[in-house]
Every structure is written in C-alpha cells, then in structure tokens.
C-alpha cells in the first residue's frame, strides 16, 4: 500500500506501519501530506547518535516543547516565532549605543539640540519601562506608546522607537521590528478636543507686574513668548544681535526652529519692542519647574499660556489666520481648528497688545 492516498472529503492521509503500529496522519491537501512523509522518513534515517549526545533534561525540553506547540507549527517555526523579538543581548546597552550614535550627529551639526534632547529623554523613558527585549512585545509597546499622550505626541514617540527597533535587527540582535507588527490605526485613539489655555488681559497685566517686581530677569523671556508667540525652547537660543530694533525685525537663524529654515519676524506689536527695549540687557533664560510650579502658582497658568495667549488675541485683533501664522509658523488651518472658537472681541485683544512695563 502506497504511504499517501486520497479518502473522503477531498483529504489525503498518510500512513504506515511501524513495528506493529498503525501511524496515521490526515491532511487537507496531497502536498502536506508528501511533506509529512518526506519528513517522516527523514527523521527515521536521523543520526541517533545526536539523540544520544542529549542530557535526559533536553530530550525531556523537547518532548515538552512538542506537546505545547500551536496547531500547524514546527518546532523550529515556533522557536522562530518566539524569539523573533527577543535576544539575549542587552536591551539597555543597544539604546545606550543608540543614543551615542545620535550623539554624534548632533556633535556634527547634523540634529538639534531640541530633537537631541527628545531622544534622550525618550531614551531614559524607554530604560525604565523595558529592562530586556523580550519585555519589549508589540503589546507592550503599543501600550507603552498610547500612555504618551495625545496622537501628535504619540506619533513622535513611535518614530523614535521604531528607529531604535529598525537600528537593532541592523546590529542582528532582533530579526524584527516589533513596531512594524501594529497597525498604524492601533496608535490612533479618541482624543477631546484641544484645550486653549490663555490668559485672560487682567490675569496677563497682574502677571506681567509681578514678574518685573519678582522676577524682573524673565521679562524680556516672557515677553518674547507672550507678545511674539516665540516658541520657548526657542528663545534662550536667540542672541542679542538676532534684534534689530532700528527695523523692529527679529532674524532667526536656520538652527534655532524646529525646521532647519532661516525666517523674519515682522509686524509685531509695539509694546513688544517697549519691552524688548527696557530688558534688553537682561539674559534670554527659561524659568526653572521651580518657579514656573510654585513663584507663579498664584496665576494658575495653563500649559503654553504665553503662546496661545499671542494666537488667540492676535487672532482676535486681526481675524486674519495668515497673519497670525506667519508670526507663530503654525498653518492657517491649525490657528482656524484650534484658536477659532476660543477668539474674544477686537476691544479685548487690542487691551492685550497694550501691555506695556509699569516700573
């Protein structure tokens, strides 16, 4: 009797006797079946003597290992499988080197201090989440991902992942980019729409007072980032020369944005330059959390405040979404979908504009 026929239903079996014993396989088509026995007879001529050279503890992992399998798999597909993420490397010493190879680029001129500063601190996020790569499953990291924040900040987050992933099966120390097993709609989730957080006029001149009574050193800071909507990791990059009073422009060089692209600002407010003016000796420094969270705690001042407090009142004074974004660099669409709903009346926003230093 041939090994391989064909029975009812269309399936095909295998079988064949072995010292008395009836071996029987059933399967769904001629080919499977030809494989099994190809397999079958392969495996009878196996060398024992590799069999032999085992300690009864493997031959007991593999036996074990047999009888776990998923439906369908080999042994060696599922060895695959499962460690197609995992590796006995470390986790920690991959993103450390990672890390030094953006280290160089930015060392060269080739990445921004801001975006360097990101990795980094996405980098030692990343260290305290995930100890080995086995930890590192698509389930876990799309988890990991989604707990970031909002979708923008969540995208930024993957891409910075997904590049470490990508530059370790590089190094071979993955097969896979774990990343690449979700689908990109997994990363996407319900947000509520963006909160505008600004300033109030009366709140705004109070706060402005007592800086330059408390904290007269951040004036100019927060004046840059109130009445011009300068981004504030941009500003303590700007440089005294960068003012050019006589014009009332502010050049900004390529390496101070986001985006390596040279801009003017023009057409600013008047009492920016009054400002600018009085405290242009003063240094171009950030507040430090401490201040920001207990000096200021009396304002109550929301995320951002200084540059959403700038679209939405200017915004406001002009209802010209092209000028708003050419000072703030935000697309006109974004200042309509964000800052429409949020405008006050002309009489408010030019009370703003009005600002001005009062010691």
Request: glycine share 4%; charged share 25%; net charge positive.
């Amino acid at each position: 009797m041939k090994n391989v026929f064909k029975i009812a239903d269309d399936k095909w079996r295998f079988e064949i006797q072995v010292n008395g014993k009836t071996i029987r396989k059933t399967f769904v088509s001629k080919s499977e079946a030809i494989d099994f026995r190809n397999a079958f007879f392969a495996a009878r001529k196996f060398d024992l003597s590799f069999f032999m050279a085992l300690s009864g503890e493997q031959i007991k992992d593999i036996k074990d290992a047999l009888g776990v399998l998923p439906q369908g798999k080999t042994l060696l597909q599922s060895v695959q499988k499962a460690w197609e993420f995992d590796s006995p490397q470390s986790l920690h010493d991959f993103l450390d080197e990672f890390l030094a190879m953006k280290k160089a680029k930015y060392d060269a001129g080739k990445l921004k201090f801001s975006e360097f500063s990101q990795i980094k601190g996405r980098v030692a996020n990343f260290k305290r989440a995930f100890n080995s790569f086995a930890d590192a499953t698509p389930q876990a990291l799309l988890a990991f991902l989604l707990e970031r924040g909002r979708n923008k900040t969540v995208r930024n987050w993957r891409a910075t992942i997904s590049e470490f992933f990508s530059f370790c099966v590089n190094r071979e120390a993955i097969s896979s980019n774990p990343i690449l097993k979700i689908h990109t709609d997994e990363f996407i989730k319900s947000e509520t729409p963006y909160e505008i957080g600004f300033l109030s006029v009366d709140t705004a001149r109070a706060f402005f007072a007592f800086v330059e009574q408390k904290y007269p050193q951040f004036a100019r800071f927060y004046a840059l980032a109130s009445f011009a909507g300068i981004r504030i990791e941009e500003i303590p990059r700007l440089k005294d020369d960068y003012f050019r009073y006589a014009e009332k422009k502010i050049v900004f060089p390529a390496q101070i944005g986001k985006v390596f692209k040279a801009w003017t600002l023009e057409d600013l407010p008047e009492n920016l330059w009054v400002w600018l003016e009085k405290y242009k000796h003063t240094p171009l420094i950030r507040p430090s959390d401490w201040v920001r969270t207990h000096a200021f705690r009396q304002f109550n001042l929301p995320a951002n405040f200084a540059r959403h407090s700038f679209a939405t009142y200017h915004l406001s004074l002009y209802l010209d979404p092209r000028r708003t974004s050419i000072i703030t660099r935000n697309s006109e669409q974004m200042l309509r979908d964000h800052y429409w709903g949020a405008l006050v009346d002309k009489k408010t926003a030019k009370a703003y504009f009005e600002i001005l230093p009062t010691v």
